[in-house]
Nanobody, 126 residues
Framework: QVRLVESGGDSVEAGGSLRLSCTAYGISFDEYYMGWFRQVPGKEREGVATLSLRENTRYADFVKGRFTISRDRSRNMVFLQMNNLTPEDTAMYYC????????????????????WGQGTQVTVYS
């Protein structure tokens, strides 16, 4: 059974940094692509960053140069380092996974992976 457990969300001042963590259970990083999505209440979910089996990455334009996705294969964990946060980054952040790539991995709007964590809240105040 696939289970994704996020942590690291917090309230931070604009310009600050946070590191989100995701522990993945029931999947192998040799088969499952990983990523981070986010959602603001009343808005559509949107992709933030994705990571392929071979460590290729994709980033949404609104986080390029500020966020970095990475993983620790030995601990089955994925991370999202977020720097220079702005109030517009306030959202619930979800760790996601899917067996295989596809449109969701390329962050195409309206396409979503199969597996989601419970989310971790990030609040950025000015």
């Amino acid at each position: 059974q696939v289970r994704l457990v996020e942590s690291g969300g917090d309230s931070v001042e604009a310009g600050g940094s946070l590191r989100l963590s995701c522990t993945a259970y029931g999947i192998s990083f040799d088969e499952y692509y990983m990523g981070w999505f986010r959602q603001v209440p009343g808005k559509e979910r949107e992709g933030v960053a994705t990571l392929s089996l071979r460590e290729n990455t994709r980033y949404a334009d609104f986080v390029k140069g500020r966020f970095t996705i990475s993983r620790d294969r030995s601990r089955n964990m994925v991370f999202l380092q977020m720097n220079n946060l702005t109030p517009e980054d306030t959202a619930m952040y979800y760790c996601v996974s899917h067996r295989g790539a596809g449109s969701w991995w390329y962050l195409q709007p309206g396409y979503f992976p199969d597996y989601w964590g419970q989310g971790t809240q990030v609040t950025v105040y000015s």
